[in-house]
């Protein structure tokens, strides 16, 4: 059983590792195309993102410029300016240039002559150093005639944005221009974040092996090494002016997909614009699904489990029927049957295997029917080889026995009670046969026809048959005396035996064979046992004289030699004549055995 | 009247009064917080007469331009007082007042100019100066001899009131609702008047802006 019990595990084990296996595999591979599409998407948005914002820093900018240029040219036509200007005191300018300042809230308002001289600033920490830049831009727009310029530049080590618009008197005439600043700071640089939640960040490279931070959102305002080592790799590209892609660079609290843009300065090394988005909240509802396809593969992987045991059990469990009902059969029992309610094959198995079965009982039965007609080896022989048993002729003795009187027992009784009594009587009668080495060749009704001498050759063929006769007259009335207790009338019987030699085989068709005998001596038998009816002979028991001849020798008989000599003494023949036999020339001596 | 008898005159009739038992009247301004409120001009009309004649003081106020501010932020004086505006500073400034009581300009001037002014309407006038917009003073003028301006204490001594009732006029560059008050004044008191006032926001310009935080502050 242990082995089975094995054998049924492994079977349930590989179904349930295949089914999952398969099925792991294809989670998986689903799970890690998902979660590649996702990082892709995400990055891909992140720099949508990252371009979008940059555009927006430009166009901040670019509102602060025209904001400023317009106030620019507000002041241009203000009246305290004119007569300011006019005094020529270039403090009380400063001073007012300072209420200008505050008024338009530009940072930075400069004003310069004509020819770009310095007059006055409204931050008096600017230095006349720091004009430069204006200058630059003024004499740009001298020669290009343009209405504003800006640009770029350092104004303190800080990094501005620069605006010169023309000052007229009137107009077209230029007597001097306003130079106005805004710094790109750290709260320009946290303006853009509020709006855009990126962090943007502006270096200088110059000093290419030291950038420096000019304006961030980035905690402690520091470059960290990986990105400062990313600005380094991407430098290159600008001698190429190649726009550097984006880069997904690993800082402590994230990884963010960086943005690099460079901005030109006015008489230096351009600036960088690196701006940033962390990967994980473009990844968070990515995530989410992730994380919902890992739940629901798990629990698809839980439910294959389970379905792979059910399974497994429903094909083991028939199959651990099939095998223990097979030992059945092979321990002999053909009676039970095996009912699998199923349609596949399994189901088919069980319907082959009980049909099997009732091969086999019937195998069974046919051959419990030979053992009872005759000897085991005969049976033995028989089914080995049925056709060894055919077509011989030899020389047999032939017993028939009929019930005298049956017709009129027959309206006495009911059809059960009679066939009971048949029956009964048969049983006596077959039993007396066998004892003595015959065989039943057929029941015909009441009669019987019993063979000695085959299909296995005997020496005392007709010694058995006589001792079989007279044991029958014994046994019926053995049979008499129990049917007196019971109230049936008795009854009587009529033997004939006769020894000839017939044609010994199977008769019948190919679907049915019998084995039996053909001849003229079975006839003869058959009118010997019908001329017992002759109230003149006196007997029950009628032989010829070919069954007398037949005879073996009687004195040299040990009692214990032979089955019949023991129970029975031996036979006496009254000679009662010659009959006629239908069918023969010469009529027929016949004997009563007593 | 000759112009020498103006003068003691005006003491007789001082003596007069102090005589006739004149009261005091004390106001404290405080605000919301409790805390003393400066530059309140506080003053007492009369209910029953009219306001007494009051010759205006023979030395003009001076509201002077220093440091790019006006000294003092708040001048109370009366009908017909002149003020003069001295020009303490290295630059220029301009002075102008768009107030019904005193319409003006006094053109940019340079370093040491000194213009004066006289406010013969009651009323208040707000100062400002076209250059710098920090700059700003208010000159309060008034029909009734009885008015002071609260120094840093909030406190107000106003004497020699004639007895009689009066309303208690109360006004602050920032003064939030009307606080005024009829009163009467007793002979040979002093009577004790607390103000308790709500002030607007401050919101005058930093003298010097310094540009920092790049206009995103
Ligand atoms: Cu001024």
């Known amino acids: 059983m242990i082995p089975r019990a094995l054998r049924f595990r492994r079977f349930s084990l590989r179904l349930l590792a295949l089914l999952l296996g398969l099925l792991f595999a294809v989670l998986a591979t689903t799970y890690l195309v998902v979660s590649r599409a996702n990082e892709r998407t995400a990055h891909d948005h992140a720099r949508a993102n990252l371009e979008l914002t940059a555009r927006i820093v430009s166009s901040t900018i670019g509102q602060r410029i025209e904001s400023l240029a317009g106030n620019a040219k507000v002041m241009t036509g203000d009246d305290a300016l004119k007569q300011v200007r006019r005094t020529g005191n270039n403090r009380t300018l400063a001073s007012l240039l300072q209420s200008f300042s505050t008024r338009v809230n530009a940072p930075v308002i400069t004003f310069y002559n004509a020819d770009g001289d310095l007059l006055a600033t409204s931050d008096p920490a600017m230095e006349n150093e720091n004009a430069d830049p204006f200058r630059l831009l003024i004499r740009e727009a001298i020669d290009q005639d343009l209405p504003q310029h800006t640009g770029f530049s350092y104004l303190k080590q800080e990094l501005h944005v620069l605006i010169v618009v023309p000052y007229y008197a009137p107009y077209p005439n230029v007597f001097g221009w306003f130079g106005l600043a805004f710094p790109i700071d750290r709260a320009f640089a946290w303006k853009i974040r509020e709006t855009t939640a990126v962090q943007l960040t502006y270096v200088s490279l110059d000093p290419p092996d030291r950038p420096r931070v000019l304006a961030t959102t980035l905690p402690d305002h520091s470059l960290p090494p990986v990105l400062a080592a990313v600005l380094a790799a991407n430098r290159d590209r600008l001698a190429h002016t190649l726009p550097p892609p984006t880069e997904i660079v690993p800082l402590p609290d994230d990884r963010y997909v960086t943005l690099i843009q460079f901005r030109a300065m006015l008489g230096e090394d351009p600036v960088a614009l690196v701006l940033q988005r962390p990967l994980t909240p473009e990844l968070r509802s990515a995530r989410d699904l992730e994380n919902y396809l890992l739940l629901t593969s798990l629990v698809a992987l839980a439910a294959a489990a389970v379905l792979a045991l059910v399974l497994s059990r429903s094909i083991s469990e028939p199959v651990r029927q099939l095998a223990a009902h097979t030992e059945k059969i092979a321990a002999g029992d053909y009676a039970s049957r095996l009912t699998l309610d199923r349609a596949d094959e399994l189901g088919q198995l069980a319907t082959a295997m009980n049909q099997m079965s009732v091969g086999l009982s019937e195998r069974d039965r046919v051959r419990d029917l030979l053992d009872k007609n005759v000897s085991p080896e005969v049976a033995a022989a028989l089914l080995r080889d049925g056709s060894a048993l055919g077509g011989q002729e030899r020389e047999v003795t032939i017993l028939f026995a009929d019930l005298r009187g049956f017709t009129t027992l027959s309206e006495k009784l009911t059809p059960h009670e009679l066939l009971t009594l048949l029956n009964r009587y048969l049983d006596r009668m077959s039993a007396a046969i066998e004892a003595h080495g015959g065989v039943i060749d057929k029941f015909i009704g009441d009669a019987i026809m019993a063979l000695f001498g085959a299909p296995v050759a005997q020496a005392d063929a007709a010694d058995r048959a006589l001792a079989a006769a007279l044991a029958m007259e014994k046994a019926l009335v053995q049979l008499n005396t129990e049917l007196a207790a019971e109230g049936i009338a008795p009854l009587a019987i009529g033997i004939g035996v006769n020894t000839a030699r017939v044609i010994a085989g199977n008769i019948g068709s190919h679907r049915r064979l019998n084995y039996s005998v053909i001849g003229d001596g079975v006839n003869v038998a058959s009118r010997l046992q019908s001329l017992t009816r002759t109230p003149e002979y006196h007997t029950n028991v009628i032989t010829s004289a070919a069954t007398l001849a037949a005879r073996r020798p009687t004195p040299p008989r040990s009692p214990a030699s032979s089955p019949s000599s023991a129970s029975s003494p031996l036979p006496t023949f009254r000679p009662l004549g010659t009959v006629p036999v239908k069918g023969r020339a010469e009529p027929v001596e016949i004997f009563a055995v007593g | ?217």
């Open chain 2, 1 to 217: 009247m000759s112009r020498p008898l103006l003068p003691l005159f005006a003491l007789v009739l001082a003596l007069a009064a102090t005589r006739l038992a004149a009261g005091t009247v004390v106001v404290t301004v405080k605000d919301d917080k409790g805390q003393p409120v400066a530059d309140t001009v506080v003053s007492l009309v009369p209910l029953d007469s009219a306001a007494a004649a009051v010759p205006p003081p023979a030395e003009p106020a001076v509201v002077s331009q220093q440091g790019e501010e006006f000294t003092p932020y708040v001048t109370a004086v009366a009908v017909g007082t002149r003020v003069s505006f001295p020009n303490h500073d290295k630059i220029h400034h301009q002075i102008y007042s768009e107030s019904p009581a005193k319409p003006f300009a006094i053109p940019l001037h340079g370093p040491g100019a000194e213009q004066t002014l006289v406010f013969d309407q009651p009323g208040i006038v707000a100062l400002g100066c076209n250059i710098h917009d920090a700059m700003s003073a208010y000159v309060v003028i008034l029909a009734t001899p009885h008015f002071l301006k609260t120094p840093s204490d909030g406190t107000a001594r106003l004497a020699d009131v004639p007895p009689g009732r009066y309303r208690l006029d109360v006004w602050h560059p920032r003064l939030k609702g009307d606080p005024r008050r009829d009163i009467v004044v007793t002979a040979d008191t002093a009577a004790t008047q607390s103000i308790s006032v709500s002030l607007k926001p401050d919101k005058r310009l930093r003298r010097a802006p310094d540009g920092g935080g790049g206009g995103y502050k």
